[in-house]
């Protein structure tokens, strides 16, 4: 205000002075003629500052304003303030959104924006990878064209369903549990969040099949059991004593079974939970097979030739208590699939610059390769009634993957059906003692 003042101040000064030099010089005419023209260069002067002010306008934003004196320079000023502070608000705003985006990237789910018209405005990283999208293509297709199922078009057309996710299995990701979740929110857009849940529901499945196939596993020898300690009862009187005793022996042999895959079952469940086997704890490689050895002795009983061979490191670090049950039931299971007669080589040696590598080689039935990918399933066997009739309760190879794992060594398994199987378990560096 105080800028417009003076500068109304100094034209008129300015209009006064040549309207009085033009009187002294010229009389009348002279002061009218002067008067006039200061007015003149007075619009003359708004006029230019008006254009300067028009092309500053037109330059590109962060242009500095046109430097000017008196009214001019305040309003010059006030716009390059007002500039600037847009200017300050535009880059945190910007900041803000890349802020949210990185966010929203950084979310274990699927997140997607889409606008009044389902076109797809923006994806993060998981919402492409789960729906089999591109952001880089697909942004501004309508997502309805890129997802045809009818169950997802009915969901995001049925206001009342949003509340609950979608179970989506589409064409676009083939093989992939998928859950949907859709949020209006403002203008019209919806959000929509995106849930691979296909391991979740897999470990759904494996936890029921593990319920059936325990509860079905304990339910045949319990049946066994009891059928033969009632009818022990029912004939304790007028049943010779040898027979009752065959009665009794075959129920102790059906509870030896149901206890061997409770304690199985007890190894794997502290398999999982157990802190992991120390870095530090020496075992003897030595002392480790010659009680493997010892114990197939006695499980073969004479029907084998049996061979050990140590040339390898001389022990391994970690739990000796799960590596000798590892190692006991490879060379376990090499007894019992081997018929009589047959040959079983259990060795230690080591392996590329540092590790060790267990093996037992045997020339037992064989395993199909079909099979080979799930034998450590648990509960998988290859034939079910031998596996039984051989004593095994189908979590053996389980329990030998977990302690591998547990001491970062795998388990390979080299087969042909007719001549025999090695298994081995590889040992890095770091787990083993030179
Ligand atoms: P099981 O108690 O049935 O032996 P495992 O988990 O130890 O369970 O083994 C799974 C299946 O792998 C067995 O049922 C058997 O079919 C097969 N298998 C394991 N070791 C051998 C082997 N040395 N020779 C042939 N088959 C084997």
């Given at each position: 205000?105080?800028?417009?003042?003076s500068?109304?101040?100094t034209?008129i000064?300015?209009?006064?002075?040549?309207?009085l030099?033009?009187?002294?010089?010229a009389?009348?005419?002279?002061?009218?003629?002067?008067?006039?023209?200061?007015i003149?260069?007075?619009?003359l002067r708004q006029?230019?500052?008006?254009?300067?002010?028009i092309?500053?306008?037109?330059?590109?934003?962060?242009?500095?304003?046109p430097?000017?004196?008196?009214?001019?320079?305040a309003?010059?000023?006030a716009?390059h303030?007002r500039?600037?502070?847009?200017?300050a608000?535009?880059?945190?705003?910007t900041?803000?959104?890349?802020?949210?985006r990185?966010?929203?990237?950084?979310?274990?789910?699927?997140v997607?924006?889409?606008?009044?018209?389902?076109?797809?405005?923006w994806?993060?990283?998981?919402?492409?990878?789960?729906l089999?999208?591109k952001?880089?293509?697909?942004?501004?297709?309508c997502?309805?064209h890129?997802?045809?199922?009818p169950e997802f078009?009915?969901?995001?057309?049925?206001p009342?369903?949003?509340g609950v996710?979608?179970?989506l299995?589409t064409?676009r990701?083939?093989?992939?549990?998928?859950?949907i979740q859709?949020?209006?929110?403002a203008?019209?857009?919806?959000l929509?969040?995106?849930r691979?849940v296909?391991?979740?529901?897999k470990?759904?499945?494996?936890?029921?099949?593990?319920v059936?196939?325990?509860?079905?596993e304990?339910?045949?020898?319990?049946?066994?059991?009891?059928?033969?300690?009632e009818?022990?009862l029912?004939?304790?009187?007028?049943?010779?004593?040898?027979?009752?005793?065959?009665?009794?022996?075959?129920?102790?042999?059906?509870?030896?079974?149901m206890q061997?895959?409770?304690?199985?079952?007890l190894?794997?469940?502290?398999l999982?939970?157990?802190?992991?086997?120390?870095?530090?704890?020496p075992?003897?490689?030595?002392?480790?097979l010659?009680d493997?050895?010892?114990?197939?002795?006695?499980?073969?009983?004479?029907?084998?030739?049996?061979?050990?061979e140590?040339?390898?490191?001389?022990?391994?670090?970690?739990?000796?208590?799960?590596?000798?049950?590892?190692?006991?039931?490879?060379?376990?299971?090499?007894?019992?699939?081997?018929?009589?007669?047959g040959?079983?080589?259990?060795?230690?040696?080591a392996?590329?610059?540092?590790?060790?590598?267990f093996s037992?080689?045997?020339?037992?039935?064989?395993?199909a390769?079909?099979?080979?990918?799930?034998?450590?399933?648990?509960?998988?066997?290859?034939?079910?009634?031998?596996?039984?009739?051989?004593?095994?309760?189908?979590?053996?190879?389980?329990?030998v993957?977990?302690?591998?794992?547990?001491?970062?060594?795998?388990?390979?398994?080299?087969?042909?059906p007719?001549?025999?199987?090695?298994?081995?378990?590889?040992?890095?560096p770091?787990?083993?003692?030179?």
């Open positions: 205000m105080n800028a417009i003042f500068e109304l101040l034209a000064a300015l209009a006064a002075l040549a309207a030099v033009g009187w002294f010089a009389g009348e005419h002279g002061a009218s003629l002067l008067l006039l023209g200061a003149g260069f007075f619009f006029l230019w500052m008006v254009l300067r002010l092309r500053w306008a037109g330059c590109p934003l962060g242009t500095p304003t430097s000017a004196s008196g009214a001019w320079g309003a010059f000023e716009l303030r500039a600037r502070l847009a200017s608000e535009r880059e945190h705003a900041e803000e959104l890349a802020r949210f990185r966010a929203a990237e950084a979310l274990p789910d699927g997607m924006i889409l606008d009044g018209r389902r076109s797809i405005e994806m993060n990283l998981h919402a492409e990878v789960c089999g999208l952001a880089s293509v697909d942004t501004g297709s997502i309805t890129l997802l045809r199922e078009r009915d969901y995001l057309d049925n009342d369903h949003r996710p979608l179970e299995h064409q990701n083939p093989g992939r549990n998928l859950q859709a949020a209006p929110f203008a019209g857009r919806t929509l969040l995106v691979d296909t391991q979740l529901q470990l759904a499945t494996m936890r029921r099949d593990f059936a196939n325990v509860s079905h304990l339910k045949t020898p319990l049946t066994v059991t009891l059928g033969f300690v009818t022990a029912d004939a304790l009187h007028d049943t010779p004593s040898q027979e009752l005793a065959q009665y009794l022996q075959t129920a102790a042999e059906q509870a030896r079974r061997q895959l409770i304690d199985d079952l190894t794997l469940s502290a999982e939970t157990d802190s992991p086997p120390p870095l530090d704890d075992i003897e490689a030595a002392a480790l010659a493997v050895f010892q114990e197939i002795q006695v499980l073969s009983a004479g029907r084998h030739r049996l061979t050990l140590n040339q390898g490191p001389r022990g391994l670090l970690g739990s000796a208590r799960e590596l000798r049950s590892a190692f006991a039931n490879l060379a376990g299971n090499a007894v019992r699939y081997t018929p009589e007669g040959e079983i080589a259990l060795r230690w040696s392996e590329g610059e540092a590790g060790g590598r037992v080689r045997d020339s037992g039935i064989g395993i390769r079909e099979h080979l990918p799930r034998l450590t399933e648990r509960f998988y066997r290859v034939d079910r009634g031998r596996s039984r009739e051989a004593g095994g309760t189908g979590l053996g190879l389980a329990i993957k977990h302690v591998l794992e547990r001491h970062q060594a795998v388990l390979q398994i080299d087969s042909e007719g001549r025999g199987s090695t298994f081995s378990a590889v040992f890095p770091h787990r083993v003692q030179s």
